[in-house]
């Protein structure tokens, strides 16, 4: 069965994220949390440097309707330059009214809510935030309740 998920890159805050993630939606790491310092070595690469061998080389987080939330480090001292914009949302349909109310709350402290929830001209209940860590969530409940 194919899956989609979302992948997300961090400058040194990897960890940091998820665990706030875990938190909002509970559940486990899938097969924890790889570090970079766990990665072999590799001909003509050079050595990881001290600073980054604790840093997040692969996390994956189960968390609404199968989709899987994955990450990792991508720090200016191996060539990335992580740049957080608009252009990517993730979008959570929960069940219930209760649940969104309960994600929305937790996943915009600290953070900044663009849209409040509120009932919506198609008949659902919609809102936006953006999380302490630069990502941006869309929430679409249909359920009445």
Not at 125 to 136: A, I, L, P
Request: hydrophobic share 35%.
């Amino acid at each position: 069965m194919a899956t989609v998920s979302t992948y997300l890159n961090f400058p040194r805050s990897t960890e940091e994220a998820f665990m706030f993630y875990q938190s909002v939606f509970g559940g486990e790491f899938m097969g924890g949390i790889m570090r970079m310092g766990d990665t072999p070595s590799e001909d003509g690469r050079p050595p990881l440097d001290e600073n980054d061998k604790n840093l997040v080389m692969h996390v994956a987080l189960p968390i609404l309707g199968g989709h899987v939330l994955m990450g990792t480090d991508a720090p200016k001292s191996m060539g990335f330059t992580v740049t957080f914009g608009n252009n990517v949302y993730i979008n959570l349909q929960p069940d219930t009214r209760i649940e969104t109310d309960e994600l929305f709350k937790k996943l915009s402290e600290d953070g900044k809510v663009e849209m409040p929830l509120e009932e919506m001209f198609w008949g659902d209940y919609f809102g936006s935030c953006e999380d302490k860590f630069g990502v941006k969530w869309m929430f679409n409940c249909a359920s009445k309740t």
